[in-house]
Protein backbone atom coordinates (compact mmCIF):
# COMPACT_ATOMS: atom_id res chain seq x y z
CA UNK A 1 0.00 0.00 0.00
CA UNK A 2 1.46 3.58 -1.11
CA UNK A 3 0.91 6.28 1.79
CA UNK A 4 2.36 8.67 3.65
CA UNK A 5 2.15 9.63 7.04
CA UNK A 6 3.01 12.92 9.00
CA UNK A 7 3.59 13.15 12.47
CA UNK A 8 5.10 15.24 14.98
CA UNK A 9 2.37 18.14 15.20
CA UNK A 10 1.25 19.31 18.63
CA UNK A 11 0.37 22.30 20.75
CA UNK A 12 3.50 24.60 21.82
CA UNK A 13 3.34 27.80 22.69
CA UNK A 14 5.26 31.04 20.74
CA UNK A 15 8.83 30.77 20.24
CA UNK A 16 9.45 27.18 20.71
CA UNK A 17 9.61 24.67 18.03
CA UNK A 18 8.47 21.73 16.25
CA UNK A 19 9.82 18.60 13.62
CA UNK A 20 7.04 17.56 11.33
CA UNK A 21 7.84 14.00 9.71
CA UNK A 22 6.68 12.79 6.20
CA UNK A 23 7.51 9.28 6.38
CA UNK A 24 6.86 7.16 2.97
CA UNK A 25 5.46 3.14 2.63
CA UNK A 26 5.22 1.39 -0.18
CA UNK A 27 7.55 3.90 -2.36
CA UNK A 28 10.51 5.29 -2.38
CA UNK A 29 10.45 9.45 -1.65
CA UNK A 30 14.03 9.53 -4.13
CA UNK A 31 13.07 11.22 -7.11
CA UNK A 32 9.68 13.11 -5.59
CA UNK A 33 8.87 16.33 -4.99
CA UNK A 34 8.02 17.16 -1.61
CA UNK A 35 5.40 19.59 -0.83
CA UNK A 36 4.64 20.95 2.76
CA UNK A 37 1.19 22.56 2.76
CA UNK A 38 -0.85 24.34 5.71
CA UNK A 39 -4.70 24.71 6.23
CA UNK A 40 -5.59 27.27 8.99
CA UNK A 41 -9.44 26.82 9.94
CA UNK A 42 -12.06 28.89 7.36
CA UNK A 43 -8.99 28.94 5.01
CA UNK A 44 -7.49 27.01 1.48
CA UNK A 45 -4.93 24.67 2.03
CA UNK A 46 -1.53 26.82 1.20
CA UNK A 47 2.14 25.59 0.11
CA UNK A 48 4.73 26.23 3.01
CA UNK A 49 7.62 24.63 1.81
CA UNK A 50 9.04 22.68 -0.29
CA UNK A 51 11.97 20.56 -1.63
CA UNK A 52 12.58 19.25 -5.24
CA UNK A 53 14.22 15.95 -6.65
CA UNK A 54 17.34 17.99 -7.00
CA UNK A 55 16.92 18.66 -3.19
CA UNK A 56 16.19 22.56 -4.04
CA UNK A 57 14.16 24.33 -1.29
CA UNK A 58 11.94 26.96 -1.59
CA UNK A 59 9.51 28.54 1.56
CA UNK A 60 7.00 30.93 1.24
CA UNK A 61 7.99 34.34 2.56
CA UNK A 62 6.44 34.28 6.36
CA UNK A 63 8.31 31.03 7.34
CA UNK A 64 12.31 32.20 5.72
CA UNK A 65 14.55 31.65 7.93
CA UNK A 66 12.22 29.76 10.52
CA UNK A 67 11.35 26.50 8.78
CA UNK A 68 13.87 24.12 7.02
CA UNK A 69 12.75 21.28 4.85
CA UNK A 70 14.85 18.22 5.50
CA UNK A 71 15.08 15.07 3.21
CA UNK A 72 16.17 12.26 4.04
CA UNK A 73 16.28 9.31 1.73
CA UNK A 74 18.01 6.60 3.72
CA UNK A 75 14.53 6.76 6.31
CA UNK A 76 12.86 7.68 3.57
CA UNK A 77 11.54 10.21 5.07
CA UNK A 78 11.13 14.08 4.93
CA UNK A 79 11.29 16.59 7.91
CA UNK A 80 9.96 20.13 8.52
CA UNK A 81 11.98 22.04 11.17
CA UNK A 82 9.53 24.45 12.25
CA UNK A 83 11.12 27.05 15.13
CA UNK A 84 10.73 30.43 16.25
CA UNK A 85 6.87 29.39 16.09
CA UNK A 86 3.83 31.98 15.81
CA UNK A 87 0.53 31.55 16.46
CA UNK A 88 -0.15 32.12 12.66
CA UNK A 89 1.64 28.90 11.88
CA UNK A 90 -1.51 27.24 13.23
CA UNK A 91 -3.21 24.50 11.24
CA UNK A 92 -3.00 20.89 10.18
CA UNK A 93 -0.31 20.41 7.71
CA UNK A 94 0.38 17.98 5.02
CA UNK A 95 3.06 16.59 3.10
CA UNK A 96 2.52 15.80 -0.64
CA UNK A 97 4.86 13.91 -2.65
CA UNK A 98 4.80 14.91 -6.25
CA UNK A 99 6.67 13.41 -9.94
CA UNK A 100 4.99 14.02 -13.08
CA UNK A 101 1.28 13.11 -13.09
CA UNK A 102 1.23 11.17 -9.68
CA UNK A 103 0.84 13.11 -6.50
CA UNK A 104 0.52 11.29 -2.68
CA UNK A 105 -0.82 13.04 0.32
CA UNK A 106 -0.85 12.45 3.97
CA UNK A 107 -3.47 12.40 6.41
CA UNK A 108 -2.31 15.99 8.12
CA UNK A 109 -1.00 16.66 11.28
CA UNK A 110 -2.36 19.32 13.51
CA UNK A 111 -0.20 22.07 15.02
CA UNK A 112 -1.04 24.76 17.31
CA UNK A 113 0.64 27.46 18.10
CA UNK A 114 -0.94 29.58 21.78
CA UNK A 115 0.12 30.93 24.88
Known amino acids: QLQLVESGGGLVQPGESLRLSCEAS????????IIWHRQAPGSPRDWVAS???????KYVDSVKGRFTIIRDNAKNAVYLQMNSLKPEDSGVYYC?????????WGQGTQVTVSS
Open 26 to 33: GFSLNGYG
Open 51 to 57: IGGTNLQ
Open 96 to 104: EATRLRTSY
